[in-house]
């Protein structure tokens, strides 16, 4: 790997964590803020919003975004030619959509109170849609995460700002999608206006090849998307009309726990994703090395995570939602168990876009969107938010053992079983340290789990040499941007 690569690549992911943290931060400023002020019920009616605008939204990326990012990575050129083609794509896509969130709402029964927040909060999602083909795909395809990080917060702060100021004037559900949408429409301006100074020199013309590349390229990965949009807001619908809107706060509230540390992967794959389309194509070896750093590295940092929020899930949810939500702990021991699963399945998932083998993401989602479905439908009935957490945690085996199967069977040998069974044992002895050191305080269990989890990746040589020095690297490049 060049010294460019070895400085490049960690300080992208830098970047990348960094903004993804500050973001989620303000995302549960935000969310903290709103399910305080709506109340159990009323923040299980936006939770049923989301859920379901995000459902019908999902056609607007398609796909297209991820493809967006390979394609101008390897031909930077043709960038403004891509986006513009790109975006007209999304315009077509926006009017489809359009007519499913009319549908949706005069085919199912549907609250007439939340009829136009549903509509608002739609349109603010088509436009977030058309905002990231040049805040992600552009960005992080010329590998410039600062501008994506920046623009990602200042959408997120500003959102919390308008909420904040429509709850101050009394705001209920209506005011705060309205306060949304702004946020979304301001965003996609500065989104725009930001990326078009960098390619403002090329020439672009309306192309249909382009437009018929793009799509059909992007057609697996988008098919994906839709399965994959099914299985993480499905349960969120099934339970809002099985089970009511308080169901779906309390589940709801545990989840948001869960979901805002998908930022950890979500970083990781969007600073891979580039570095390894190009490697791809020029080196095999530094494809198969990269690979297996990140998806080390990606691990180390979920398994800790996992178990100190399983062991105190009371104590974030205390702290972010309030008393209210107490019993979203018990939905929150189950669910939490899926992120380390998460991660390994983003970096898994990157692995095949990056290689051009993108079916197999749609089979992964087509089969987890089919069996989490069918778990909700058995599940939910009876054991109502704890069915749908645990809907969730089987869907997530279920998808990492498909991927790790399907990797297994090619050609190149990637050593996953090393790389995965060292930080596992980590864990396993960070878990025990924690419940044994419970006996005492939780402060000291706390502290004797760390130390464990990184005494056993040390003793176990988890880190190599190289690893541990283009962390160094890293250090000290960022100390000198300082």
Known sequence: MSSTNKTRIPQNTL???????????????FVSLVARHLKTAGYGELAFIFSSTYLLTIFMDFGINTILVREIARSREKAKEFLFNAFILKIYLAFFVLILLFSFTKLTPFSPHIIIPFYIIGIAVIITSMAEIFRSSYFI????????GLLTISHRVTELIFTFLSILFGGGLLRIST??????????FFSFCLARKDFHSQKSHLSLITQRKILLS???????????GIYNRIDTVMLSFMKGNVAV??????????EVLVFIPASLSGALLPVLSRFFKSSPKKFRSTFIFYLKWGIIIAFPIAVIIGFFPQIFVRIIFGK??????????????????????YILRTFFIASDRERMNLYFFLTGAILNTGLNFLLIPRWSYKGASTATLLTEVWGTIFLLFVISLSREKHNL??????????????????????????????????????????????FTREELKAVKNLVVLRGKNL
Not at 141 to 148: D, G, P, S, W
Not at 179 to 188: E, G, K, R, T
Not at 324 to 339: E, G, N, V
């Open 324 to 345: 209210a939500f107490f019993s979203s702990t018990k939905a929150l021991i189950i669910l939490i168990w899926t992120f380390p699963l998460i991660t390994l399945n």
């Open 179 to 188: 306060a949304i949408f702004l946020a979304s429409l301001l965003n996609f």
């Open 15 to 29: 970047y990348l964590l960094t903004s993804q943290v500050a973001e989620k931060f303000v995302s549960l400023l």
């Open 218 to 228: 992007s057609l697996p990965v988008g098919i994906g998307i839709v399965f994959l």
């Open 249 to 258: 706060g309390i589940y709801n509230a545990a989840y948001r726990i869960m």
């Open 141 to 148: 395809a010329v590998e410039n995460a600062l501008m994506k």
């Open 417 to 462: 079983r090393e790389t995965l069974e060292k930080p596992l044992i980590a864990a396993m002895g960070m878990a025990c340290a924690i419940h044994y050191g419970m006996r005492i305080n939780n402060l000291f269990a706390f502290l004797a789990g760390c130390f464990s989890y990184f005494m056993l990746l040390l003793v176990q040589e988890t």
